[in-house]
Nanobody, 119 residues
Framework: QVQLVESGGGLVQPGGSLRLSCVAS????????MKWYRQAPGKERGLVAT????????NYADSVKGRFTISRDNAKSTVYLQMNSLKPEDTAVYYC????????????WGKGTLVTVSS
């Protein structure tokens, strides 16, 4: 059974840090590009960060550059999102995504983890 399970969300004060984790199972996640998306209340889901299959390349939304870091441990089938200097506008449900393109495009989503930044 294919699964992406996010964890690590919670309530944090502005300026604080959180580390999200996404554990993949049921497929070979090391072959997939992994991404973190987020969706704030009343807004569309947006891309936060991307990491290539071998972690050679990363990319970030302008709003999180310099504050968030995406990484992966393929031996543990896990992707991380380290979030520092959190702001209230970072409040959202964060989703993990796995995508592999080719002759057959495969894509999987997690159910999300809620991050609330508030004093």
């Amino acid at each position: 059974q294919v699964q992406l399970v996010e964890s690590g969300g919670g309530l944090v004060q502005p300026g604080g840090s959180l580390r999200l984790s996404c554990v993949a199972s049921g497929f070979t996640s090391s072959l997939y590009v992994m991404k973190w998306y987020r969706q704030a209340p009343g807004k569309e889901r947006g891309l936060v960060a991307t990491i290539s299959s071998l972690a050679a390349m990363t990319n970030y939304a302008d709003s999180v550059k310099g504050r968030f870091t995406i990484s992966r441990d393929n031996a543990k089938s896990t992707v991380y999102l380290q979030m520092n200097s959190l702001k209230p506008e970072d409040t959202a449900v964060y989703y993990c995504n796995a995508r592999r393109t080719g002759s057959n495009t495969m894509e999987y989503w997690g159910k999300g983890t809620l991050v609330t930044v508030s004093s």
